[in-house]
């Protein structure tokens, strides 16, 4: 069973910055298509950014583009999540996600993943 291990949250005042890192327990792992979702107090888990296994093709949330870059490194198993520019809403448990095989449709949506972590808090204080 394939486990995906995030790491970098933490705590960063407004206008800071944070990278995040996913890594994949299966060294032959080679998911179509990875993601970052998260999930603030109160409220449904949202999708952030994905990335396919050429990194040729992302997709970002509009709350978080031009702030927020999405990256992978093949050789290593692992995804980045750059976030600059936080802002408090950006406060929440941020997941990373992957898809196995591509179904000819870019993934999304959370039931398009097939493996998660176990997440990582971002607090932004104000």
């Known amino acids: 069973q394939v486990q995906l291990v995030e790491s970098g949250g933490g705590l960063v005042q407004a206008g800071g910055s944070l990278r995040l890192s996913c890594a994949a327990s299966?060294?032959?792992?080679?998911?179509?298509?990875m993601g970052w979702f998260r999930q603030a107090p109160g409220k449904e888990r949202e999708f952030v950014a994905a990335?396919?296994?050429?990194?040729?093709?992302?997709n970002y949330a509009d709350s978080v583009k031009g702030r927020f870059t999405i990256s992978r490194e093949n050789a290593k198993n692992t995804i980045y999540l750059q976030a600059s520019s936080l802002e408090p809403e950006d406060t929440a448990v941020y997941y990373c996600?992957?898809?196995?095989?591509?179904?000819?449709?870019?993934?999304?949506?959370?039931?398009?993943?097939?493996?998660w972590g176990q997440g990582t808090q971002v607090t932004v204080s104000s």
């Open positions: 299966e060294g032959t792992f080679s998911p179509y298509a």
């Open positions: 990335i396919n296994y050429s990194g040729g093709r992302v």
């Open positions: 996600a992957a898809q196995d095989y591509g179904t000819g449709r870019f993934p999304l949506q959370e039931y398009e993943y097939d493996y």
